[in-house]
């Protein structure tokens, strides 16, 4: 499966692509955005990517102040959960900005909306849609970007195989340009997170689902998971981008800066040459490597004309000479007489040898 975002193809076979989630690491400043933008571009980004929410679409102020106690990362904020989501909203105003910021510097410009209005608005500034993690049971919201007739990357953090099939096929059904990422949505950067982010559900999706292209959104440090990934087959990797992790705000934190992510995408490049073809051959540059590595048969004595080849007249000794017997035709030459005079060390070839 290939679909194209923007002017890439992105499949299979194609370089992996990759999403810089800016979210909301811009702090508020549109310059800021439009830094992380460049910054972004220049680390090796495909994608800046946006979220465009509002907080009382989003939250429910009553719903947040009166659980027990906040969760996870959210329970590290000093504001309450409504306050930091409208600190880190990108008005929509701001979209015109970015898009133009991107298009000067080279790199797509997309966003997570997050409720009717926003996905309207995007609908003439993005190359794709990428639905978070938490509305993949709001399938109202999935069906009406996949009606847009765009690209539509699906994570699926916190899901279970139900939660996925259901979005899964409610998006085919009206747009086939899916990409399924796997993801795991706990943001506290921590060790532990390792444990949990099954990349092998991967192999899972690519079985239930093979029409879709593979993707990872990930929050952990590191490149592990990213490589894990890209060897099981993800082709589009999302992944938080910030110039500062020690600024204040809620996605600093875990994301990658400019230093990790141009490390992370030359590694996956690396990766990409490696993985190579599923074909299994002598490589381009192993062609001497067969020949002082290998072993073919050579006369451990002088062998004269007309003996009788035995066992323990046979060596097998490195260099393979191209043309000479190999170890595993062995059997084949015992009982065979010998043509010419064959100096001890020198290879066994064919034309050496003859029925007794």
Known sequence: MIINIGNRAVGPDEPTYFIADIAANHDGSLERAK???KLAKESG???AKFQNFRAPKIVSDYGFSHMNAQVSHQAKWKQSVSEVYAAASVPFDWTPVLKETCDEVGIHYFSSPYD??????LESYVPAYK?????ITWIEACERMAEKGKPVLLATGASEIGD???????ILAI???LVLMQCNTNYTAEDGNFDNIHLNALKTYEMMFPDVV???????HGHATVLGAVALGARVIEKHFTDDNDRVGPDHPFAMNPGTWSAMVRATRQLERALGSGDKFVAENEHETVVIQRRCLRAGRDIKPGEVITREMVDVLRPAAPGAIMPYELQAVIGLRALERIPQGQEL????????
Request: hydrophobic residues 45%; without cysteine; proline residues 5%.
């Open 175 to 177: 747009n086939p340009q």
């Open 214 to 220: 593979m993707g990872l959104s990930d929050h952990t």
């Open 45 to 47: 980004a495909d994608a």
């Open 164 to 170: 996925v099939q259901r979005a899964v096929h409610a």
């Open 35 to 37: 830094l992380l933008i």
């Open 116 to 121: 009717f209005e926003a996905i309207d608005m």
């Open 131 to 135: 639905i978070g993690s938490g509305d």
């Open 349 to 356: 070839r064919w034309v050496h040898l003859g029925n007794p």
